[in-house]
């Protein structure tokens, strides 16, 4: 148990390595060493932590990353778990000069041609990737040495997916990752003969956290040289777990080969965004192991999951709460946030906001438990708008949306009307592009009439925000434009 490794407050991080020294911790597909043990990370921990001495980093720097996905970035992020440091992972698909503002880092690594791009006066330090382990001496023994880490101790800065607004920088600490492993190795029984295919951006939480549950349950974290390299990783079996998003699922379904090599695996975690209704039924109609969930960046990745073998009701549903997590409603309806893996605090200008009370952070989602203690998301409380006197809520009529087959996203957003000061667009996703009279014709048989979008328009990747979340900030804006209104 991940609970074993702590002691007064703190992680026994030599205990870990010295559980599981001679397993692999990382396995990195097509690349030179395929393979790290939790021995041979520890060295390059070791050697990490002499070299940034050298390069004059001192310890409590934020320090980032700025690329794709890739086993150095587990190493940084243990590697301030030791350091003091503040771990940032950058999304490289945003802009450059924006990440860099509102993350002001001490330090970047990244490949050799960012060099040129962040040498300005007042920039950050730059550190070439290719320079880290230059003349790095492997000792054939390691002492496993590392200091107890104080729980306590702040470790990352991860940026929401802006996907409603301006990306907010949350920061958590080594218990909030800690403790959120713990929960999901014991919910799932994660053991050392666990993997998990890192198939989720690492600039998102969700991705970040793969981490803690493979370190601390002495299982390996499996990289691919490119994201579209999972299929064939999952037809040739490299991992037992893996995190995805719904349009992920939808394409692995209609992929030849996956739905069957999905069949094998132990966990397929569903989260991001809801997942339509038909999604799954048919999922489960091909015994595919999913398991939709409900977390957050404040929550520090999962909240909530469905337990593998409830019936089938329960896979409509968010799940269950998983240990050191907890979960209220408030009076308004809100989802509210507490236990061991509430984050610290924002950090938004250089300045932390704590957003709590007694305790609790308050999210913008809707949401209840059932009587059978499962949780269902209703929604968010920003989103509901008002339409001639009814209160509309996007997430009810995108629920509808979803259920009807071939639709497997759906946004709706308020768009300016003269009469009824705002009225429901829809804008989806579906491979099949039916007519929106039709759409809208189905909508009327479960949903009242004023609460029919009165648009019905198809998204295009540029409407979604760093290709996991729907940016739904954007589609508002464009609603209104497209309507000709001002708010």
């Known amino acids: 148990m991940a609970e074993d490794f702590i002691k007064g407050g703190r992680l026994d991080v030599s205990a870990v390595f010295a559980a599981y020294r001679h397993l692999p911790a990382i396995v990195a597909v097509g690349q030179e060493p395929a393979i790290y043990t939790f021995e041979e990370i520890a060295r390059r921990t070791q050697w990490l932590y002499r070299r940034f001495d050298q390069l004059g980093i001192a310890p409590g720097s934020r320090v980032a990353v700025y690329m794709l996905n890739s086993p150095l970035h587990f190493l940084i992020f243990f590697l301030s778990w030791i350091r ?10 945003a802009p450059l000069e924006e990440a860099l503002r509102e993350s002001s880092p001490d330090a970047v690594i990244g490949p050799d041609w960012l060099g040129d791009r962040i040498s300005l006066e007042g920039a950050p330090r730059f550190i070439p990737v290719d320079t880290l382990f230059q003349d790095m001496r492997m000792e054939k023994a390691c002492g496993f040495d590392f200091p107890e880490v104080d729980l306590d101790r702040e470790c990352s ?54 981490f803690a549950r493979t370190f601390l349950s002495g299982g390996a974290a499996v990289f691919l040289p490119t994201r579209q390299a999972v299929d064939q990783a999952l037809v040739e079996k490299k991992a037992s777990f893996i995190s995805v998003v719904p349009t992920q699922l939808i394409r692995f379904m209609v992929s030849p080969g996956i739905p069957e090599a999905l069949s094998h695996v132990r966990g397929i975690l569903l989260g991001g965004s809801p997942v339509p209704g038909w999604v799954i039924d048919k999922a489960l109609d091909l015994s595919l192991p999913i398991i939709p969930s409900y977390g957050s960046t404040e929550s520090c990745s999962l909240v909530t999951a469905v337990a593998p073998g409830s019936d089938r ?85 995108e629920r509808h949306l979803m259920a009807i087959d071939g639709i497997d996203a759906a946004v709706v957003v308020p768009a300016p009307h003269p009469e009824f000061g705002h009225v429901p667009w829809a804008f989806v996703s579906s491979p099949l592009v039916p007519d929106p009279a039709d759409i809208a014709s189905e909508l009327r048989k479960t949903l009242p009439g004023f609460k029919v979008p009165k648009r019905i328009l198809f998204m295009n990747p540029a409407d979604t925000a760093s290709g996991i979340k729907t940016d739904r900030a954007f589609l508002k804006q464009k609603a209104l434009q497209m309507a000709g209104g001002k708010l």
């Open 84 to 93: 003091h440091d503040l771990f940032v992972p950058l999304n490289v698909h």
């Open 313 to 397: 009701a329960a896979y409509r549903t968010a799940g269950k709460l998983l240990p050191h997590r907890k979960l209220s409603t408030g009076e308004d309806g809100r989802i509210r946030l507490g236990g061991k893996t509430r984050f610290a605090y924002y950090l938004e200008d250089e300045t932390p906001i704590f957003p709590f009370e007694s305790g609790w952070f308050a999210t913008s989602d809707l949401g209840k438990a059932d009587a059978d203690g499962n949780w269902r998301i209703l929604g968010r409380a920003d989103d509901v708008f008002i339409s001639g006197g009814e209160n509309i809520n996007p997430f009810e009529i």
């Open 157 to 210: 800065l991860v940026f929401t997916s802006g996907s409603t607004g301006r990306p907010k920088g949350v920061v958590h600490t080594v218990g909030n990752h800690v403790y959120s492993a713990a929960g999901v190795i014991s919910f799932f029984g994660l053991t050392p003969d666990d993997r998990w295919l890192v198939s989720l951006p690492i600039h998102h939480v969700g991705g970040l956290s793969i």
